[in-house]
């Protein structure tokens, strides 16, 4: 998998030590097992899927490199939980994971899957992300697995000032940073992606 990943040059040693460290046969489901170590998305029902690894790679890389935090010390809201892989490698990077799914069946099994993983630091909700999780706000990363329309208005308004967004926006992949000082944000794009709707 890390070789994988390297050969798309994404180059940051803790995107792929954490890619390493979490054993994506035990997210994708029996069905796909055999299959877990291929550089490609995989259906985990509900008409959702496992991304693609590579993918899931840049956007941890468009999070993290040149940060303005230590991530060990930041907490991160996963908006689209899926299988739980990416919320697992999240788990490994930062101090603290909050992701919210949708599909309450994905999401109980998304939260078996971590607490099989002896990962303490996640917390999953069924709901509807595009509110974002007011509670545990503000969060100095937030990470969407699903294409929106727009940046929710909510996502801005939890960030922490100096955080990051990144989400696909319309098929573009986006990464929005809250400005210290003036408050307002920076939109960056990059590549096109095929992702599920945010709904
Ligand atoms: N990164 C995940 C896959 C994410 S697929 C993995 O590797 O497994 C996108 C997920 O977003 C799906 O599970 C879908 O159900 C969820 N989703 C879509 N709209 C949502 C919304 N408004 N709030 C929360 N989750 C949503």
Request: charged residues 25%.
């Amino acid at each position: 998998m890390q070789e994988i990943i390297r050969q798309y040059g994404v180059s940051d040693r803790r995107v792929l030590e954490a890619m390493a460290g979490v054993d994506r046969a035990e997210f994708a489901g029996e069905e796909n097992k055999s299959r877990a170590y291929e550089d490609t998305a995989l259906p985990i029902g509900h008409d959702q899927w496992i991304s693609q690894p590579y993918t899931v790679a840049r956007m941890l890389e468009l999070l993290i490199f040149n940060f303005q935090f230590s991530i060990f010390n930041s907490k991160v809201l996963e908006i689209g939980t899926g299988s739980g892989w990416q919320t697992a490698l999240l788990a490994k990077l930062f101090k603290r994971v909050y992701s919210i799914e949708i599909v309450p069946e994905l999401a109980r099994l998304a939260e078996m899957r971590i607490e099989k993983s002896d990962l303490r630091n996640v917390k999953i909700k069924i709901g509807d992300g595009k509110e974002g999780w007011k509670k545990y706000a503000p969060y100095e990363a937030i990470i969407c697995g699903a294409d929106a329309e727009e940046v929710p208005g909510a996502w801005m308004e939890q960030l922490a000032a100096g955080g990051r967004i990144v989400t696909p926006v319309r098929g573009v992949m986006t990464r929005v940073t809250k400005i210290r000082n003036p408050k307002n944000f920076k939109t960056e794009k990059f590549e096109n992606y095929v992702f599920v709707p945010l709904v």
